[in-house]
């Protein structure tokens, strides 16, 4: 049964343009999901200008995840990892008590081609938002995929349909990607509290109603979650357990307002290590975000 429908807001990081699900206003996470971005599709031009890219920027209490359904970025972190993200692929960088990384377009700024993906951060629980920062990368071979009649599954991150993802999760939580033929239905796992399928592509019913590219359905608890596809659809499912109030503000996220300002302080200051391999340039924290107080996601 659906609990609400969000609809895909465009928004500007830097030059790029983005479709922004989470967090929503008023602010709410799913699971422990409180960011979500859809990324294109749009073609590039050769000779993309740098400022296009997302330069060296910083986090703390999250874990960040890219997937990507087509082009390439080239991810580069401070803790020594420099790492190509390839169609089908994950990036997961976990920030714990503060990582800086960038993501560069550079196959396209040398090329020209497409851009298509998403990005989401996952909020660390309480007892883990300080752990020590870390990189995973994960090749389509390494996520488990399996097919059943029209409905194609493959795992990005979690527990779900009987089968445990790759990436080390910090709390109870699931991401997959499916592809749906016209007139298949699935299931969205039962067993967690907060759920939710973005429509990448495609138009699907649900709860009686008919939906299409760019909404993402949010089911209620201990509910049937139940799509259909009406067309060829491309979705990304997602949920968990919540992980309690978060304070987000710019590229930070935590459980307490005084660790974002402190936060803050320290990129001001030049406090946070710069990516190995991309050191140059890094985003200034935004003027209207220097004294302005957190949000709180319940």
């Known amino acids: 049964m659906l609990d609400v429908v969000i609809d895909q807001r465009r ?5 790029l343009e983005v479709g922004r699900l989470l967090p929503l206003t008023p602010t709410r996470a799913i699971g422990p999901f409180v960011f979500f971005d859809h990324l294109g599709p749009i073609t590039f031009q050769r000779g993309l200008p740098r ?12 874990s960040a995840l890219t997937y990507l359904f087509a082009g390439q970025i080239v991810h580069r972190d401070s ?16 920030a714990g008590k503060g990582v800086t990384h960038s993501e560069r377009f550079e196959k396209a700024r040398a090329e020209g081609g497409p ?14 938002e ?6 995973a990368h994960f090749g389509r071979h390494e996520l488990a995929e399996h097919e059943y009649g029209g409905w194609w599954n493959r795992l990005l991150a979690g527990e779900a349909f009987g089968v445990k993802g790759h990436p080390e999760i910090h709390s109870p939580l699931f991401l997959a990607h499916w592809a749906l033929t016209a007139g298949t239905s699935a299931q969205l796992p039962a067993n967690y509290p907060e759920r ?4 990448v592509s495609g138009v699907v019913e649900a709860g009686g109603r008919r939906f299409s590219s760019g909404q993402m359905l949010v089911f209620k608890p201990r509910t049937p979650a139940v799509i259909t596809a009406s067309t060829l659809a491309t979705i990304i499912i997602f949920g968990g357990e919540p992980v309690g109030p978060r304070f987000v503000d710019w590229n930070f996220v935590s459980s307490s307002r005084a660790r974002i300002e402190q936060a803050k302080a320290d990129w001001r200051a030049g406090r946070m290590r710069l990516p190995d391999f991309d050191n140059e340039d890094p985003l200034a924290l935004p003027l209207e975000l220097r004294s302005a107080a957190s949000r709180a996601l319940p």
């Open 79 to 94: 803790v020594g990892s420099q790492q190509t993200i390839q169609p089908g692929e994950v990036n997961w960088l976990t």
């Open 130 to 135: 300080e752990i020590e920062p870390s990189f």
């Open 51 to 62: 400022d296009v890219d997302a330069r060296p920027h910083p986090h703390i209490g999250l």
């Open 11 to 15: 928004h500007r990081v830097g030059r």
């Open 115 to 128: 851009l298509h993906g998403f990005h989401s951060w996952v909020a660390l629980p309480n007892e883990q």
């Open 196 to 199: 939710a399928a973005y429509i």
